[in-house]
């Protein structure tokens, strides 16, 4: 069995201890998905991913959840030659690979306009706290990755989620039956 097969079934056992699981999981790619800066390489070298992505990639295609990625390159084309020589370019359902000084709020938007996937809805992985810091303001579980997407990382990601969306659906019943009985409390008063 290949280390990418291999690493695709341990990351197929990650997804299905969790009950549940985000509707899209958004990569950074420099030191991200690979480890080099792209402004860095030529377009005619053979790019390398780190060793666990291709199976957790392939392992999220499996199971229905949506990759996109988000990466603030300056040499988009670069990029996106490497995509098409590593064979993932079309497992993405949003490329959105442009420089900015937004730390990929923008990327966001976008990502979210052209998905309609709601940002709680989605899990991140970047190797820059700033980036992790400004998506997590906008309601993305973001995981700041030391040394690329690892099934460590994946894990860590994944069950943060969990946490993330599990507390949220316990605050909104909170404030349901908090209003629910503001509104119970009120109409008792107008018999």
């Known amino acids: 069995m290949s280390d990418i097969e291999n690493a695709k079934d341990e990351a197929l056992q990650i997804i299905g201890m969790l009950e549940v699981l985000p509707k899209l999981v958004v990569f950074d790619l420099d030191y991200t998905l690979w480890p080099f800066y792209c402004e860095c390489r030529s377009k005619r070298e053979m790019p390398s991913l780190y060793p666990h992505v291709k199976g957790i990639l392939h392992a999220l295609k499996d199971k229905g959840i949506d990759i996109a990625v988000a990466s603030r390159s300056p040499t988009s084309d670069i ?31 976008r990502i979210h306009t052209r998905t309609g996937i709601s940002f709680n809805s989605m899990l991140f992985f970047d190797d820059e706290n700033r980036n992790i810091q400004a998506v ?14 690892s099934l460590g990382a994946f894990r ?3 069950t943060r989620f969990s946490q993330n ?27």
């Open 79 to 109: 990029a996106n030659a490497f995509l098409n020589k590593l064979s993932i370019k079309s497992m993405f359902v949003a490329q959105e690979i442009f420089s900015s000084w937004t730390h990929k709020t923008d990327h966001f938007q």
């Open 136 to 149: 997590s303001k906008m309601g993305v579980t973001s995981i700041l990755v030391g040394n690329g997407v």
């Open 156 to 158: 860590e990601g994944l």
């Open 165 to 191: 969306w599990n507390d949220s659906q316990k605050n909104k019943q909170k404030w349901v039956t908090k209003y629910s009985k503001k509104e119970a409390d009120t109409s008792d008063h107008d018999t």
